[in-house]
Every structure is written in C-alpha cells, then in structure tokens.
C-alpha cells in the first residue's frame, strides 16, 4: 500500500512540468527509468516515452533493459504508431528470445502490421506483410491464447485481398475492357476459391464474355457467344441454386437465340 502510494505521489509531483522538465534535464538514468515506469503505469504514455527515450541506451545489455524495451514498444503501440511498436516489439522479440513476454510481443508486433494495412483500394503491400506476420506468429506458437483472434486477422486481412482482386476485375467490366474484365475474372476465381464473391465473378465473366461478344465484329460473333455459352456452364455448376441465376438464364436465352440466327444464316 505504502509502495503504491509513493508511485502515486511520484507521478502527481512529476506531473507538474517544472518537475518534469527539470528532471528530462538531468543525468540521471535511474530516476528517469523508475519515473518512466511509473508515468507508463498510470497512462501518462507520451511523459513516459520522453523519459524512456533518453534511457534505452544507457539501459542496453543491463537487467533492466528487457522490461524497458517491453514498455517501450508497448508505448508506441498504445499510442497507436504501429510502424515503431511493429518494429520495436520485432527488435524485442529477436533481443530476449527466452522472454516470458516473448509470445504477447510476437503477437503486438504482427498485429501493428495488421493495423498499417490500408482499405482496400489502395495498394496492398503491407496487407501481404501483415499477412506473413501474423502467419509466422501463428506458426511459432500454435497453441497461443491469440490464436483465435490472429486467425480472425488474417481472415479478416485475406478478405481485404479478395475484394479488391474482384473490384479490379469489376472495374475493368464497368469500362468496357471485357477482354481484360475475363481474364480478370478467371484470376480471382482460381486464386480465391473460398472467396464471398465468387458466385457474382462467376456471373459478371459470362457478362464480360457475352457482351464481348456482341461488340465484336461478325467474323468473331459465334466463337464469341459459344465462349460466353461455356462461362455460363461454369456459373451453373456451382450456383444452379443462386438468386444470381435468373440473369444468367436471361443471357443464356438471348445467346442461344443469337446462335440460332448464326447457324441459319450459315445454311442458307
């Protein structure tokens, strides 16, 4: 009890900024650690780092050092810097790799990285890292307590993948780049099997292909629609119960109807 309340005393004398600022001043790397440590206890975590960064240096390869650095990237991660506590819980993990903190902070590092990973429009490099990491995580400590929530992260990360793959195949539907739009199309559904969009990229590649068809010029038009005709077998294979199928039949109709034409052009 007398402990905790000196602690306390401590971090209201501190706060005061002549305290704080006289003792950021000094020398002395004790009281500044112990300070450190306490401000960090009652969530005064930007003090705190101050502090701490004078210290880490002077604390390197002492006893001290492995609770100082735990903080210390722990600090950034509360403060939500994710690209220094990523880094720093790295650099921990790799400097104190017989830890008791060595699981939580392999876990904090590759969750920064999830949380650097941008919405999904945007490039998605850091998306990829954030999926090794967590990956990498998961398969250093199998039986993790974060497990559950690691695998809702790289769940969650590999979603952000697929929809983008699939907004980029849309896209190229939206402007009329049907031949980039199949290709597109075909990519997503052979790299995301399990993927919520696969009954629309099954559908929107017969559109692709359909309307490609009908855009072409006459030599092409059959072989055309006999392509879109087979990305309709696809579609059916797989989603003959989907609420997607009645503009799949639609197309299929009128591509029938278009190729009966053809046939009985071609005999008379």
């Known amino acids: 009890m007398r402990t905790s309340l000196l602690l306390i005393l401590s971090v209201l004398l501190l706060t005061s900024c002549s305290e704080y600022q006289k ?5 002395d790397a004790a009281r500044k650690y112990t300070v450190a440590d306490s401000l960090y206890k009652a ?21 001290q050092a492995e609770p100082l650095m735990f903080r210390y990237a722990n600090t950034f991660f509360k403060l939500e810097d994710f690209y220094l506590s990523g880094y720093q819980f790295e650099r921990f993990a790799t400097s104190y790799p017989k830890s008791d903190s060595l699981e939580i902070a ?5 969750k920064s990285y999830y949380e650097l990973s941008p919405k999904f429009s945007l490039d998605q490099s850091e998306t990829q890292t954030a999926m090794e990491k967590l990956q ?4 250093k400590f199998p039986n993790s307590e974060y497990r559950t929530e690691a695998n809702g992260l790289v769940l969650e990360l590999r979603r952000k ?39 629309n990229a099954y559908l929107e590649r017969m559109k692709a292909a359909y309307l490609l068809a009908l855009r072409s010029v006459p030599s092409k038009v059959e072989g055309r629609l006999k392509e879109a005709k087979k990305h309709y077998a696809s579609f059916a294979k797989y989603y003959s119960d989907s609420e997607l199928k009645t503009e799949a039949d639609e197309m299929l109709q009128d591509i029938e109807k278009r190729l009966a034409l053809q046939e009985e052009t071609a005999i008379n």
């Open 43 to 63: 969530g005064k975590l930007k003090k705190s780092l101050r502090l701490m960064e004078q210290i880490v240096p002077a604390y390197r390869g002492k006893p």
């Open 161 to 199: 993948l697929e929809k983008k793959d699939y907004e980029v195949a849309k896209q190229f539907l939206h402007i009329s780049d049907y031949k980039a739009a199949i290709d597109a199309y075909s990519n997503f559904i052979s790299d995301h099997p399990g993927s919520i969009h696969r009954p």
């Open 106 to 110: 392999s876990f904090k590092s590759a």
């Open 136 to 139: 990498n995580f998961l398969n």
């Open 23 to 27: 003792l950021l001043k000094t020398d």
